[in-house]
């Protein structure tokens, strides 16, 4: 698997037009949150708060040969609702991509490929997270014993790559990160003929 070209893009621009005054830890754990004394241009002070750059995610959208998208259903506490969703997790620390990728394919559904495609990453809340999305595509996906971490509560949902986009064009798809993977993804699988 080749890494997509926006990859390499998504880096801190070399200079910047803020200037940071003090920087505190609110939140200290596996989501930091900084709070941020900050000198705006014309020399306005402002605070902010945010998550710091560094942290990493995958979205996988697995498709097997038979033309079925793997999707999931899966309950988030903060909404207090199932919704559906893509594979996805975080990368810890040191870890490739493409090896994250695999190991949460496997664990949330299963699942192995044979194939691996690159879609753009992206920022999902860039006013308030320097976390960095990067979403894949997963061909010739198999499926096996599904693996969940204790805390998680996943249904495995297989359907057909059609009512997976009806989902997405009808706003079934809520989460973000997912609904842009799979709306990344339907080129290449228009171009494979498997949509």
Known sequence: MNT????????EDREQPWKTLSSRVL?????????????VSGGTETVYQ??????????????TDSGEAVLIRQY???????????????????EDLLTAAARELKEEVGGTAREWHALPGFYPQPSISGVTFYPLLALGVTLGTMAHEETETIERRVVPLAEAYRMLDAGEIQDGPSSLTLWHARRL???????
């Open 4 to 11: 997509h070209p926006n990859w390499a893009t998504l880096t």
């Open 27 to 39: 939140v200290d754990g596996f989501r930091v949150v900084l709070e941020d004394r900050v000198e």
């Open 50 to 63: 945010y998550r710091p750059r560094g942290p990493r995610a995958v979205f996988v959208l697995p498709v």
């Open 76 to 94: 988030r506490y903060p909404l207090r609702a199932s919704i559906m969703e893509v594979v996805a997790g975080g990368v810890e620390r040191g």
């Open 189 to 195: 699988l228009k171009e494979r003929g498997l949509l």
